[in-house]
């Protein structure tokens, strides 16, 4: 590559013996329980998938599988280079993609919704998913996780001048899932991007997404929202390379743990390289621990390389119910398994909010309930 990478984001190739297999010493596997990921960080073998892909087709919209020359034409067509084995392996292995192109000018109000449903835990599989808004377009592509699979999966998103984009990601597995994907996305000029990440499924899921710029002007705003259970690892990796100026990024992470052995990582890293004059940048991650035996890591990293900036900053926070809270509203007669409940609600809810689908919003709210009846509010 030409460009000197931030020190937590290894130099890319496409070559795949350019890439060590992780041995989990390495910074941006070191939280990673690698022996759960079975093998798709390293040489498990790619077999015909088992998860079925359905989706809706908007007015205008054209959403297939593609492979052959067309196929390889959308390899790193968002810049991806490859940092690492599994995503190299993506690229390198996969002989179809999934494709989702909205046209120049288009304002699609219907959500593109791509159902990606898995039938066996035991296939070991990967994918590769394409996701291209056309200048000034308007539109929002929903990918929605669930079954049972063990998926090695590159997502690259290619956000056109002046367009608005939305990307939702839901991974809402069965407890046998394992998830290893990399989403990779570039801003136009003047273009609007929206990315939100929902996990609450699967046994391990971990997402890299990050965001590159390709004309000054963009703006970026990275949402997320995770639930860990009993058991479950749950990580999310972001990286915003300001590599134009006058770009923005906001990035808004919450999640909750409850039960032994629950652990999450958020992982965010912002790069504001010397040409990126102007921008601003704001990242923060808040956790909430429901119970004992939960184990949360937050790591913000900002590294700035000009002083020509309008804003930069970070926050990251990791903490149990606020007894002041749950006081308030004990208070006020209300018992202690709804004030635990409403404390929670109140929590995720500004952020759900956000998303801008009021489906899936909904959606969320009752995910969190059901996941709360798990374990906080099961023995009230």
């Known amino acids: 590559m030409d460009k000197v990478e931030s020190h937590l984001h290894p130099v890319g190739s496409f070559d795949v013996a350019d890439h060590v297999v992780p041995t989990g010493r390495e910074e941006i596997w070191r939280f990673t329980p690698l022996k759960r990921l079975k ?5 498990a073998e790619f077999q015909p998938s088992a998860t079925t892909c359905t989706w809706n087709t908007p007015a205008g919209v054209r959403v ?3 492979d052959g020359d067309e196929a390889r034409s959308l390899r790193g067509v968002s810049g991806l280079v490859p940092n690492t084995r599994f995503a190299a392996r993506v690229l390198a292995e996969v002989p179809s993609t999934l494709l989702v192109d909205v046209p120049a000018d ?9 159902e990606l449903s898995g039938q066996d835990a035991g296939v070991t599989e990967a994918g590769h998913v394409v996701l291209r808004f056309g200048r000034h377009s308007r539109a929002t592509v929903v990918l929605n996780h669930t079954g049972h699979a063990s998926m090695a999966q590159v997502v690259e998103v290619v956000v056109g001048d002046g367009a608005q984009a939305s990307v939702i990601s839901l991974q809402d597995w069965e407890d046998d899932a394992v998830h290893l994907t990399h989403h990779q996305t ?3 000029r003047d273009a609007t991007y929206k990315h939100v990440a929902v996990s609450f499924g699967g046994d391990v899921v971990r997402m890299d997404a990050n965001v590159t710029y390709d004309g000054p002007g963009g703006s970026a705003e990275l949402l997320g929202l995770y639930f860990a259970d009993a058991g479950q690892h749950i990580e999310h990796r972001l990286f915003a390379d300001h590599d134009a100026p006058r770009t923005k990024s906001n990035v ?4 909750a743990l409850q039960g032994q052995g629950a652990h999450t990582v958020w992982i965010g890293n912002v790069l504001i390289r010397k040409v990126a004059e102007g921008i601003e940048t704001y990242e923060e991650n808040r956790n909430l621990v429901l119970s004992d035996g939960c184990h949360a890591d937050s790591v913000p990293n900002l590294e700035i390389e000009t002083g020509e900036i309008e804003g930069a900053g970070h926050a990251s926070a990791t903490a149990r119910f606020d007894d002041e809270q749950l006081f308030y509203l004990r208070a006020r ?3 202690d398994k709804e004030a635990r409940r409403l404390v929670v ?3 995720f809810n500004d952020l759900i909010r956000k998303i801008g689908v009021p ?3 909904d959606r969320l709210m009752s995910t969190v309930e059901a996941e709360l009846a798990k374990n906080v509010l099961k023995d009230l």
């Open 64 to 66: 297939e599988g593609v």
């Open 333 to 335: 007669g209300i018992d």
């Open 106 to 114: 288009a304002d699609v109000t219907e959500p593109v919704v791509v």
């Open 359 to 361: 489906s899936i919003e």
């Open 345 to 347: 609600h109140g929590f």
């Open 186 to 188: 570039l801003v136009g």
């Open 252 to 255: 808004m992470y919450k999640g």
């Open 39 to 43: 093998g798709l960080h390293a040489d």
